[in-house]
């Protein structure tokens, strides 16, 4: 029987999102229930469950959708579990896929955010018949989905692709949420971004800058995106330390994997130019010889608010 | 028709040694000709043709042989050319599998030495059953292979693995020879090591070696290895200080494709426990936390004087 939907589920730290999606990467309908609000994970699933069904309902059949992919934090392909998801509720380990699969009687299938957003550009978006590309999400951490022959690496125990905690700075590097310094998302991320404006407003004493008019502890990407768009030259050389340092790191990340792209997803994608532009010059003087010139670097192509689920769904068509 | 017989070939900057190998990985027969001898490529290849048919001869018809595959520097298994190789006298493109090929009439495949290494591990040895490993070569420059569910990543362009070439100290670094500096290889190569004594031996002038009693500009890696062996202090901190960086540079690996194994591979693996410790004991420190005890570290389990053909002539079994 043909099966031309596939189910999409987001879970994040605050909100699950759920979409129904058809093969031409539609979300035909959605949901969300609050990750949050359950301290016991089997409640969590049995309203999902509810929402799923909610949402499939005057669409489809069960007998219709191949599969349902999930984007989970910490969410292992191999296992189908969620392994110590330090910004979910439900401690250790959580066989999330089991679980969901008892309830809906669809199988299901799991990975982390970045895979799911990197089948996504593979199976919606920008990268559309690429077999070596790498996505990097650029959000309140900093995550990676690679590409390469055309599969996801997932590595022998399905936690590859943590290039958001590669080595930047190995010496007086900044401290990082996992425990170690000088990571690529202490500087990179939304939050690195922020840390980086309070750094240059407390050590250029006399620079001038709009950044002053907010309490420093308050100081988002957000407002120092707007604080550059509207021509602050610290928030200018603040996206361009930035991108920087991420043109560094995706020099070597083209050493190790040599993908036709690199693709820039998330929150901070959103900065356009501000953030492209020094990745790109960045990237490319720091290229070995025989790299220049060959690397794409392109946005994402999947719609923001969508994205997640999209890129959750595209794993659905995986299933079995 | 079966064909039990593969031909390896391992084109050095000096050397190129031909054997026959059967399923078993016995090398059968073997012979080798000075790749610097000849000017012209054509008439090298003519030789090379030459040695091939004499170490068939004996053993099999040329029905019999799988297919040729060849290690070569800046090999592209993609094109089957060797593309600019600073080590060779042939400058440009050659179109080395096409141009053997039709002189010998069985089929070529070729891929850089690094990653005739990484083929060799997977059909003959230390990675018989692995699906993701990666193998360093620690030689005269530091080069990689990279296996990714059971395939070696070539990248989109056939040139990926190159990380010899990562950046390891990004503010005063040394110059390396691929013209950027602080790449892996400027530190962790046999003339790395030998520049780190150079270097240890000029900074440090008051401190005792045996070092010293050799002429500063012609000291090698084999000659700090004797004396870390004889119990020098100063070498034996020279091999510390590299395997030191190689477990920094490992742990961003890891974090990349979560590979089962690293395997050390080329001379300055024959040293044994006084690289292996630190390296390591720094790659375990440096490891994000999810990665810790998982990554298994091993040496080649190629036959050194072997390993260059075996690891070509596993590539033969893969052609057409």
Redesign the interface.
């Known amino acids: 029987m043909d099966k031309p939907y596939v189910i999409g589920i987001d879970v994040g730290g605050t909100n699950t999102v759920v979409g129904i999606v058809d093969k031409r990467g539609q979300i035909l309908r959605s949901g969300s229930l609050k990750t949050a609000k359950h301290a016991n994970v089997e409640d969590y699933l049995d309203e999902l469950a509810e929402v799923i069904e909610d949402v499939i309902k005057d669409i489809a059949t069960k007998e219709q959708i191949k599969g349902i992919g999930a984007g989970t934090p910490n969410g292992n392909y191999f296992t189908g579990s969620i392994e ?1 998801a330090p910004n979910l509720r439900w401690k250790g380990i959580i066989p999330f896929a089991q679980m969901l699969e008892e309830r809906v009687g669809i199988p299901v299938a799991l990975t982390n955010d970045a895979n799911a957003a990197a089948i996504g550009e593979m199976t919606y978006g920008a990268a559309r018949g ?3 590309f790498i996505v990097i999400t650029l959000g309140t951490g900093v995550g990676s989905g ?1 590409v ?2 055309g ?1 996801l ?11 958001g ?6 010496s007086n590097g900044r401290v990082c949420g ?3 310094s000088g990571c690529l998302e202490a500087y990179t991320s939304a939050t690195g971004v922020a840390r980086t404006a309070r750094e240059y407003l407390e050590l250029q004493h006399d620079a001038k800058s709009q950044l002053r008019n907010i309490p420093i502890d308050e100081i988002t990407s957000k407002d120092v995106f707007d604080a550059a768009m509207a021509g602050d030259e610290m928030a200018k050389e603040i996206f361009r330390f930035t991108g920087e340092m991420l043109g ?1 790191a995706f ?3 083209v ?6 792209a690199i693709i820039l997803f998330g929150g901070l994608a959103k900065a356009g130019d501000l953030i492209m532009n020094p990745v790109r010059e960045s990237m490319e003087r ?1 290229l ?4 220049k010139n ?1 690397v794409k670097l392109l946005f994402s192509e999947l719609k923001e608010s969508d994205a997640a689920v999209l890129g959750a769904s595209a794993l659905g068509w995986e299933v079995r």
Chains 1, 2 share one sequence.
């Open positions: 110590f690429m077999k070596d690679i390469v022959n599969q690496v997932y590595g022998h125990d399905g936690f590859a692709g943590e290039l905690h590669v080595i930047m700075r190995r996992c425990g170690r560094e020099a070597d990340f050493a190790f994997s040599s993908p036709e720091n070995l010889p025989i790299f060959k």
